[in-house]
């Protein structure tokens, strides 16, 4: 079972353009689309009723909007090693595309020409532990979907290409804790959850609701 430590929320930024079309969107600062508003919104009804010590999000305004929309904008701290992977000389391109250009490649192993490695982003992911640590309670941080995976497999003290595994769909929310009430036993409490079955997704809806893990 997980513990009363703190837990850190992770909630991905909704839909975009970019994100529609499936493109690499780094530091390109895009908005909400229409769809990624009303995602927000709903993630913002699941995330209410609980209580955060302190909120973060990423600077990009996908993130700061989809931090407003869902509720918790007044008093959000802008933390710059939230913002997404500097794709450099990817940026907009799909994964076909980049595939194209270099057949093999994986971001979270090879990282991006002119933009960030893996050992970057791990390298900022560690350093946003390491301050939600030091928190003294639950933390939620609205950011991106590559940074996201990076400090899931960060948390859990695994490799940098781990970070691959933990996908995660626009305006769903993880949650990282601990089993035990130890420190040493660092746990995936819940991945990629969002609120309601949306019309790209075939699943069966488990039931499980955030408020279990209050």
Partial sequence: MSSDLPRLYLARHGDTDWTDSNR??????LPLNER??????ELGEQ??????????????QRAAKT????????????????????YGGFEGKSTSDVLKECPGWELFRDGCPDGESPEDVALRADRFIA???GVGGDVLAFSSGHIIRMI???WLGLSPTVGRLF??????????GFEHNDFDQPIICLWNYFVRLRDDVQIK??????????
Wanted: proline share 3%; glycine share 14%.
């Fill in 24 to 29: 690499h969107t780094g530091r390109a600062d």
């Fill in 152 to 154: 899931a497999a960060r």
């Fill in 67 to 86: 931090c407003e929309l869902a509720g918790f904008g007044v008093g959000a701290k802008v933390d710059a090693d939230l913002v997404e992977w500097d």
């Fill in 36 to 41: 990624g508003e009303e995602h927000a919104r």
């Fill in 167 to 176: 996908y995660c769909r626009p305006a769903s929310v993880g949650v990282l």
């Fill in 205 to 214: 809806k488990s039931g499980m609701e955030l408020g279990m893990l209050t």
């Fill in 131 to 133: 301050g939600a640590h």
């Fill in 47 to 60: 995330l209410h009723g609980h209580a955060f010590a302190c909120v973060f999000t990423s600077p990009l």
